[in-house]
């Protein structure tokens, strides 16, 4: 892991509260030469510490109930086939609009976060796109009722 100093860290913490701020806005706010800010945003990118800028989308367009699920593969008679399995129901779920994120965890445990309009609305989507999918052992539904961490995710991850 790279070393950041106290100035990288607070161009990086500007930039990740408002990525539109200029050279000369960051200059202003922590009172050194935009020359400095220039090169040190320059450094960031080519070491990729900064490797994109991205956009959050807003309240209207965010999901408005969420939910963490835990998959479990059901293991196959030939266990050469499990990461087979594993793949194919990352690609299905990494496919659905309302899939926010995808992540292979332990052995046979896939972990995804969905989201949409209403509970209702969500509750029917796991039954039907999710809990019909083929090899699936087990699926646990964590209804998130309130991130106290993160909850910039949702709009970022949000697909229109």
């Known amino acids: 892991m790279l070393k950041l100093d106290d100035l990288d ?34 450094k960031l ?5 900064i490797e994109k800028y991205s956009i959050i989308l807003g309240d209207e367009i965010k999901p408005k109930h969420t939910a963490f699920l835990v998959l ?13 399995y594993l793949e194919y129901i990352t690609k299905t779920l990494s496919m659905l609009p309302n899939v926010l994120a995808v ?22 989507f796991i039954e039907d796109n999710i809990k019909t999918i083929p090899t699936l052992k087990e699926v646990i539904v964590l209804p998130v009722r309130e991130f106290k961490k993160g909850a910039d995710l949702i709009g970022f991850l949000a697909e229109i």
């Open 103 to 124: 992540a292979k965890s332990k052995e046979d445990y896939i972990i995804a976060l969905v989201g949409e309009e209403t509970q209702e609305k969500l509750e029917r």
């Open 72 to 84: 479990r593969v059901e293991k196959p008679v030939i266990e050469d086939f499990l990461e087979r």
């Open 45 to 49: 990118q080519e070491k990729g510490i």
């Open 9 to 42: 860290r607070a161009i990086i913490k500007l930039l990740k509260s408002d990525a539109r701020l200029t050279i000369s806005e960051i200059s202003s706010k922590l009172g050194k030469p935009e020359s400095t800010i220039h090169f040190r945003i320059k």
